[in-house]
């Protein structure tokens, strides 16, 4: 055997032996705790659950509101993230309730409103999406994001001229910028306008 063939089973046995040694020790720190979940178990021998004893109790905004600190639910940043979570694994109907719920707190973001609009119009309630999204261009009319969503639901619906309006506006907003390039391209498959006499 040359030296590095002998290096690395030498190193290969260092690793196993160094990871038994580490697996002993953190196995005894962690066996009192083992025997305090079983000595604590109920007659199945499932871990003993302490409920609150009064049934009005259970409700989740009474557990939420014992915990100390902000409660997650009232976290604006906490649900926003949780929001974009939903949608990212397409559980839409969750991601609208909670920017539904930011909205009704006054979380006035423009990219609420355009979250909400995107994932309303996923959920097949298109006609509310575009109501969502123009109160979001009232909110802010310079949010380039918020007029390709618009732009989009509204070629997606058939809206072909509102779409380029919005497309439009969001390509000249966003004119350097991915958003704006993606206007550009949505409004180039839209086809050229339609000319009225």
Do not use: C
């Not at 990871?19 to 871990?47: C, E, M, N, W």
């Not at 004893?53 to 902000?70: C, K, R």
């Not at 261009?137 to 997606?156: C, E, H, K, M």
């Not at 779409?163 to 086809?191: C, E, F, Y």
Request: proline share 5%.
């Amino acid at each position: 055997m040359n030296r590095n063939t002998k290096f690395w089973i030498l190193m290969a046995m260092f690793q196993v032996v160094f990871g038994l040694v580490v697996f002993a020790i953190t196995r005894q720190y962690y066996i009192p705790d083992l025997a305090k979940v079983v000595t604590d178990s109920d007659a199945s021998g499932h871990p003993a659950i302490e409920w609150p004893q009064d049934s009005a109790a259970t409700d989740l905004e009474q557990l939420i509101s014992s915990v100390p600190g902000p409660s997650i639910l009232e976290d604006p940043v906490v649900m926003s993230r949780q929001a974009d979570e939903y949608f990212a694994n397409q559980q839409y109907d969750r991601a609208a309730g909670l920017y539904e719920q930011l909205l009704a707190a006054g979380a006035s973001n423009v990219n609420t409103y355009n979250n909400l609009g995107i994932t309303l119009h996923y959920l097949g309630r298109s006609t509310e999406a575009l109501n969502i999204l123009n109160e979001g261009i009232a909110a802010d009319s310079t949010y380039p994001r918020i007029w390709l969503t618009l732009g989009f639901v509204n070629s997606q619906i058939g809206n072909t001229e509102q779409a380029r309006r919005a497309l439009t506006t969001a390509a000249q907003l966003g004119a350097d910028t991915d958003v704006g390039q993606s206007a550009t391209k949505m409004l180039n498959s839209l086809g050229p306008p339609i000319i009225q006499n």
